[in-house]
């Protein structure tokens, strides 16, 4: 079983690995890439896909819970047009993590 801080890196390196805001959002930023690319989209479903997937696995406390918190990347996201806050995925995302966060140990 891991510790409760193995769990939380563990964690943060799954989700870092499909994290849009590290690479693609600079090019939106930039001009070079708009909001409403393919292949921006792609990662930005397939990072909500495993930012979900993290959260519902379990196994973290509250406090580990609120390091990895989504809630600040989809607000730029959606500050940047990538993303709506009236989006299915976007609200079922932001549900889940406050259900697995009222469920979580301290």
Do not use: N
């Not at 397939?46 to 930012?51: E, H, I, K």
């Amino acid at each position: 079983m891991e510790s409760d801080d193995q769990a939380l890196r563990h964690a943060i390196a799954t989700i870092s690995q499909s994290d849009p805001l590290t690479k693609l959002l600079e090019q939106v930023k930039l001009g070079r890439m708009k909001p409403t690319d393919a292949g921006l989209r792609a990662v930005i479903d397939s990072w909500m896909g495993t930012y979900q997937k993290v959260i519902e696995f379990g196994g973290l406390t509250k406090q580990a819970l609120r390091r990895i918190d989504p809630h600040p990347r989809l607000a730029i996201l959606i500050e940047y047009g990538v993303l709506t806050g009236e989006q299915q995925a976007v609200a079922a995302l932001r549900a889940g993590f406050e259900q697995t966060v009222a469920a979580a140990k301290e």
